[in-house]
């Protein structure tokens, strides 16, 4: 079985500071790792993804994410935040020996950018 | 590209009336689903097809039905509509998993329900 925990409910951080919104996973097989954020009274937008290769992952609106296979995690990362970058934050994750797009997601983390 | 769009964008249903939710894409995705967000809980796939004709459930199927007549369409049917249906409603299509950076889920705007 796979799953995916987001520990935080909430991350305040004030503008300009940098940001993490952390992810663990757990997969039997290679992990295929999603990040996307949801805005008020939208659908979910892509951010990002790691499935082979480098470690790093860069992705849309300067976020980047780490996938580290011996803490089995996937934290997003940006350097310098935006008050217009709050919003709802979900991570998800499939096996990569699953037959099935099946997407398993976290229950969110909340981004809260202050001034 | 109008990507992944859904109708209606919001609906009050009584008791055990029924409805459709309307999901179409036009990318050509073979694969489709359909999750419900419910506060607190994140997504939770209803059910899934890899393509037309071919439906299959995901983790919670039951109050719900699914067909796959196009590539296009992948509507879902709430037969006798009870009040823990109330949620938000998310179509998302992708091209086949196994296709590595193909294979990112795209989402709709969302269906509000309401069951009273």
């Known amino acids: 079985a796979q799953s995916v925990a987001q520990p935080e409910d909430q991350v305040n951080v004030a503008e300009g500071n940098p940001l993490t919104v952390k992810c663990t996973y757990s997969?039997?097989?290679?992990?295929?790792l999603f990040w996307y954020v949801q805005y008020p009274n939208r659908g979910l937008q892509f951010l990002l993804k790691?499935?082979?290769?480098?470690?790093l992952v860069k992705g849309s609106y300067g976020f980047e994410a780490e996938f580290n296979k011996s803490q089995t995690s996937f934290h997003l990362k940006k350097p310098s935040a935006l008050v217009s970058d709050s919003a709802l934050y979900f991570c998800?994750?499939?096996?990569?020996?699953?037959?099935?797009?099946?997407?398993?997601f976290g229950t969110g983390t909340r981004l809260q950018v202050t001034l | 590209n109008a990507g992944v769009t859904q109708t209606p964008k919001f609906r009050i249903l009584k008791i055990g009336q029924s409805m459709t939710l309307q999901c179409t894409q036009d990318?050509?995705?073979?694969?489709m689903y359909w999750y419900r967000q419910d506060p607190g809980m994140g997504l939770k796939l209803i059910y899934y097809?890899?393509?037309?004709?071919?439906?299959d459930k995901g983790e919670v199927p039951n109050g719900y039905n699914v067909s796959r007549s196009t590539t296009e369409d992948f509507p879902l049917r709430l037969e006798l509509a009870a009040p823990s249906q109330t949620s938000v409603y998310f179509c998302?299509?992708?091209?086949?998993?196994?296709?590595?950076?193909?294979?990112?889920?795209?989402f709709g705007p969302g269906t509000r329900l309401l069951v009273l």
């Open positions: 998302a299509s992708s091209y086949s998993p196994g296709q590595g950076t193909r294979e990112t889920q795209y």
């Open positions: 997969v039997s097989g290679n992990p295929y």
């Open positions: 790691y499935i082979t290769g480098d470690n």
């Open positions: 998800a994750v499939r096996d990569g020996a699953g037959t099935a797009s099946k997407l398993t």
């Open positions: 990318m050509n995705h073979n694969y």
């Open positions: 097809s890899v393509g037309a004709g071919i439906t």
